[in-house]
């Protein structure tokens, strides 16, 4: 037995006494919760929906409070999940093809003279692909749209790891100027340092982990069911 616009709006307006940010995890409770309900009407059930509410709670999620531990128990578990998979990712594009492009391009960087024009060509390549995975995961995970106090568990924890290279980069150029620092020297670029060499693969590691934030997108997004409140 369906549960009616009311009922439903019933269930709406009392899990959203919990701390449930993520809408994902809230719409997954939610569906549960009405399923449970839903069975207990069909079985002949004809308590009010306080009762059957106060119910469900009790026997599958252990009261109040277990509502808001099970949501954490699945944040940690996609946390979990998405930290795998990005790694999977990885190790699946570290081949014998990306392995040859990125010993040419050591070589390669080694043989050519070490001129600034050059040094700033690879600092701007490096940049470049240090932010593209934000870039991408910004505009491919832009069509999921949480309700107004929710956040998405998908966006936040996949731009999350798109945003790892940046932190990388900001720990490059501002930890090696913290001794300088107490001489009052902060002009201190390591970028304009380092051999070209180093640069180069320094960018190809950064461009395998594009390739794996990319593919991370489209494996999570190709499951991905409209989180739209609207369309509950």
Same mark, same amino acid.
């Given at each position: +037995?369906?549960?009616?616009?009311?009922?439903?709006?019933?269930?709406?307006?009392?899990?959203?006494?919990?701390?449930?940010?993520?809408?994902?995890?809230? /719409?997954?409770?939610?569906?549960?919760?009405?399923?449970?309900?839903?069975?207990?009407?069909?079985?002949?059930?004809?308590? !009010? +929906?306080?009762?059957?509410?106060?119910?469900?709670?009790?026997?599958?999620?252990?009261?109040? /409070?277990?509502?808001?531990?099970?949501?954490?128990?699945?944040?940690?578990?996609?946390?979990?999940?998405?930290?795998?998979?990005?790694?999977? /990712?990885?190790?699946?594009?570290?081949?014998?093809?990306?392995?040859?492009?990125?010993?040419?391009?050591?070589?390669?960087?080694?043989?050519?003279?070490?001129?600034?024009?050059?040094?700033?060509?690879?600092?701007?390549?490096?940049?470049? !692909?240090?932010?593209?995975?934000?870039?991408?995961?910004?505009?491919?995970?832009?069509?999921?749209?949480?309700?107004?106090?929710?956040?998405?568990?998908?966006?936040?924890?996949?731009?999350?790891?798109?945003?790892?290279?940046?932190?990388?980069?900001?720990?490059?150029?501002?930890?090696?100027?913290?001794?300088? +620092?107490?001489?009052?020297?902060?002009?201190?670029?390591?970028?304009?340092?380092?051999?070209?060499?180093?640069?180069?693969?320094?960018?190809?590691? +950064?461009?395998?982990?594009?390739?794996?934030?990319?593919?991370?997108?489209?494996?999570?997004?190709?499951?991905?069911? /409209?989180?739209?409140?609207?369309?509950?």
């Amino acid at each position: +037995m369906k549960l009616n616009y009311w009922e439903q709006d019933y269930v709406h307006t009392r899990m959203k006494s919990h701390d449930i940010k993520f809408q994902e995890i809230y /719409n997954e409770l939610f569906d549960h919760i009405v399923t449970a309900i839903e069975a207990k009407k069909a079985g002949g059930d004809s308590s !009010t +929906m306080e009762t059957l509410y106060n119910d469900v709670v009790n026997k599958q999620f252990g009261g109040y /409070n277990g509502i808001e531990e099970v949501a954490k128990s699945h944040e940690t578990a996609y946390k979990a999940k998405v930290n795998k998979l990005i790694w999977a /990712n990885y190790k699946y594009y570290i081949n014998i093809w990306s392995l040859l492009f990125t010993s040419a391009a050591i070589i390669i960087c080694s043989e050519l003279p070490a001129t600034k024009p050059f040094k700033n060509t690879m600092i701007i390549l490096l940049a470049l !692909t240090i932010f593209y995975p934000l870039f991408h995961a910004f505009i491919k995970l832009n069509r999921i749209k949480p309700a107004k106090g929710k956040q998405s568990l998908i966006y936040s924890h996949i731009l999350r790891q798109a945003y790892l290279p940046v932190l990388v980069l900001n720990m490059i150029i501002y930890l090696p100027k913290i001794p300088f +620092m107490f001489i009052n020297d902060t002009d201190f670029n390591v970028l304009k340092l380092l051999n070209p060499s180093i640069m180069a693969l320094v960018i190809a590691l +950064m461009a395998i982990y594009n390739l794996s934030c990319i593919r991370l997108c489209k494996q999570e997004l190709k499951q991905f069911v /409209n989180i739209d409140p609207e369309q509950l």
